[in-house]
């Protein structure tokens, strides 16, 4: 389930890469995956993507523009042996699609020798988006790593492991997913705003979420149950839809945080999304996992804290159920036009 799909078919407007590294003794290959549409910007690539080109079509712009395409991607990932930079080979290039969005992949190969092994990546974060991450995964003949690269996080050394920075990188990709997931806040927003008569109600239905999302993105990551992305991205547009219209005419139920968690489960498989592109190596998925959820969790927070002071202060005024019937119309219309979009897989 790739997030590198254009924000118009997701909720969400970060971009990323993928990166896998098969480290030796005497040399170094990367596997670099790309967002084709963010190269073909950067690069200025001739060919006309709104006319939904065929994969064939895509690779040989690629190969028509191949020299400008390797300086760009050369000068923005450096490899460094013994803090003596490498020469690339561009091995190949290939052309993917996923949900009819295309990728750019890329096969390097360094030959160099070395003990110790640095890595610098400069792709897109100063020239096309500087929410751009790449998450890198190292298969080396001693131990496998991961890595996020960020605007922050430029460089990483081989075999260099940082607890602390991992632990955050992770907690705040958690934060950054929940905050820049617009269909995720708009349905916790649905969640809370008739739930504000008290705070133990809030607390409820906000319980039931977070149960409901963690069981799925933990399962989901862990590779024990999947669901394909044509499915989830739709039901979530239609779980906002569900609670926006129950808001609307005030459907009362004692239960609701049965249909909550039932709605958390979906949102789960949304959440995990990035951890399963990431192919997590089985010594560190647990606690990846646990930091991502974390950040979620930060990042949820932080939406009701503010949200929530400001619903029990307009719930002291008469025009209160005027502001619920309008925001949750609003809101119905948003999931409608979202629904609409990814069940066309747009």
Known sequence: ???????????????????????????????????????????????????????????????????????????????????????????????????????????????????????????????????????????????????????????????????????????????????TGYDHILFVLCLIIPAAISFGRVVEVITAFTLGHSITLGLATLGIVSLPERLVEPAIALSIIYVAVANLLKWETKNRWIVTLLFGLIHGFGFAGILQEMELSRSTIASSLLFFNVGVEIGQIAVIALALPLLFLFRRYKRFPVFVSVSSASIITIGLVWFIQRAAGF
């Open 1 to 179: 389930m790739y997030s590198i799909l254009p924000s118009h078919a997701h909720a969400h407007t970060n971009s990323y890469g993928y990166m896998n590294i098969h480290e030796k003794t005497k040399e170094v290959d990367i596997d670099l995956t790309l967002d084709y549409k963010e190269l073909a910007i950067v690069v200025e690539l001739p060919i006309n993507l709104e006319s939904a080109p065929t994969t064939a079509e895509l690779e040989g712009a690629l190969s028509d523009q191949k020299d400008k395409i390797m300086d760009y991607l050369a000068s923005g990932m450096r490899v460094y042996r013994d803090e003596l930079i490498c020469e690339p080979q561009l091995k190949s290039t290939k052309v993917s699609m996923i949900d009819n969005h295309p990728l750019a992949n890329f096969q390097f190969h360094y030959s160099c020798e070395g003990k110790s092994t640095r890595i610098a990546y400069d792709l897109f974060v100063d020239d096309m988006n500087r929410s751009h991450i790449n998450f890198a995964t190292v298969d080396g003949e001693k131990e496998t790593q991961e890595f996020t690269f960020t605007i922050a996080e430029r460089e990483m050394v081989i075999g260099e492991r940082n607890w602390l920075r991992q632990a955050w990188n992770f907690t705040f990709l958690g934060i950054e997913h929940i905050i």
